[in-house]
């Protein structure tokens, strides 16, 4: 397999030779089905390289090979004199070295998993995110957002639920609210309530402490959905080049959101078997999990066509969208795609009014539909709404009918 990213026989054959020669080549052709770029590929394998004559070097095989010894080599790397290893990309030296190092462990992990750095949660969370999943079924997406609270309140607690007490849950609040706004503030507290109850049921806290977590004051409706106009939406979805397998992913990405209004989440998790193309329509399966069937238009399937047909690098994951560089796989959360929407964004000299670029194209193509005479019942239809309630706030970006039913202002003279 090393013949693939190297075209000299003398460097094979040093390869093949040299210190973990049989475990280089194992780890070119593990590069290799990750679909990884030649010149990357090669650099990785240099990275590995490094990492064994260094390791071999410390005695570093006579212990356990763990993220502890990928420390040990990025201290090394400030000094490193290692004789015909370079050392100036020290980010990139460590990815290679943690690549490798997941090879080595031989824990079923793919090279594409282990591409990026890893979080490790302590006992504690990792507990409680298998709890989550055995007795109430909650996604993966939903633990990820919960997680990232709660890493920040056992940071300060440590993994001793017994230290947890109402002033501690209250005062964390607080300052959680502080410097986040509603929506993060009540994933907060949500979290909070459910690593509480996981703790009762566990018997590792008492069950008084659950109510000690405070409500975030919000008043429904208070607030405006953040939108673009029609003319906006179009330069964005413009900005892509047709040309590119980038652009075409980009812009099949665009009009789904545009045209039907489906979350960055509902993105991430379509498949290719999720598009019926000759009944014409889209199988998505958002919030609680509830498949919900949607028209697919002439304009939004071609677009999806063409990024299948000429845009989609080779893959053996069954998600439709993937990332256009190795390893080719599903995008790792909704994160990913509004990015993908907010440089679209800067592409087209488009201001977004709010956070969350993805969501604010849902929210346009709503007022879009309010616009062009559609009721609220069918915008809660597209949206996939499951009460009529959740679906008013968008009766007060309707400025047309809201001039029909305005009453003058007391005492005021007309213009």
Same mark, same amino acid.
């Given at each position: ?20 020669? *049989?475990? +280089?080549?194992? %780890? ?22 490094? %990492? ?75 507990? %409680? ?28 607690? /440590?993994?001793? *639920? ?41 018997? @590792?806290? *008492?069950? $008084? ?24 939406? $179009? ?6 080049? *047709? ?23 509902? +993105? ?17 399966? /958002? ?40 390893? %080719? ?10 990015? +993908?929407? $907010? ?27 309010? @616009? ?11 949206? @996939? ?31």
């Amino acid at each position: 397999m090393l013949a693939i990213w190297f075209d000299s026989p003398l460097r094979i054959q040093a390869l093949r030779d040299g210190p973990s020669g *049989p475990q +280089i080549e194992g %780890f070119a052709q593990e590069l290799y089905r990750a679909g990884y770029a030649r010149i990357t590929a090669r650099r990785h394998i240099r990275e590995a390289e490094h %990492f064994v004559y260094w390791s071999n070097k410390e005695g570093v095989g006579e212990g356990p090979v763990d993220e502890q010894v990928i420390q040990r080599f990025g201290r090394h790397l400030s000094r490193c004199r290692c004789p015909g290893y370079g050392h100036t990309y020290r980010v990139d030296l460590l990815r290679g070295a943690r690549l490798f190092l997941g090879f080595l462990r031989g824990e079923g992990l793919s090279v594409a998993r282990l591409a990026e750095t890893q979080t490790h949660d302590c006992v504690l969370l990792a507990a %409680f995110c298998q709890w989550m999943r055995q007795q109430r079924g909650t996604a993966d997406s939903t633990l990820y957002n919960y997680k990232r609270s709660l890493r920040d309140l056992l940071a300060r607690v /440590g993994e001793d *639920p017994g230290r947890l007490d109402a002033q501690c849950v209250r005062q964390f609040v607080l300052e959680t609210s502080q410097k986040c706004g509603w929506a993060a503030t009540k994933n907060c507290t949500t979290a909070l309530r459910m690593f509480l109850r996981f703790l009762i049921a566990e018997g @590792r806290c *008492p069950a $008084e402490l659950g109510a000690a977590v405070p409500t975030v004051a919000h008043w429904r409706l208070s607030s405006l959905p953040r939108y673009l106009q029609s003319e906006e939406v $179009e330069r964005v979805i413009a900005s892509c080049d *047709p040309t590119s397998a980038v652009g075409k992913r980009d812009r099949a990405i665009l009009l789904l959101l545009a045209r039907l209004g489906l979350r960055a989440g509902d +993105i991430v998790q379509l498949r290719l078997g999720d598009i019926d193309w000759k009944g014409a329509w889209l199988s998505v399966t /958002g919030k609680s999990r509830r498949e919900t069937r949607l028209p697919l238009t002439q304009e939004v399937g071609q677009a999806v066509v063409d990024y299948l047909q000429d845009g989609r690098p080779r893959t053996d994951s069954d998600a439709l969208f993937v990332r256009a560089r190795a390893p %080719f796989r599903a995008f790792a959360n909704h994160c990913a795609v509004s990015v +993908i929407v $907010e440089r679209a964004m800067l592409r087209s000299g488009v201001k977004c009014p709010s956070r969350g670029a993805a969501h604010v194209l849902r929210h346009s193509a709503a007022s879009s539909m309010l @616009r062009h005479g559609a009721s609220l019942q069918d915008i809660a239809a597209v949206l @996939r709404h499951r009460s009529i309630d959740t679906t008013q706030i968008y009766a007060k970006v309707d400025v047309t009918m809201l001039g029909q039913i305005a009453q003058p202002w007391p005492g005021a003279r007309p213009c």
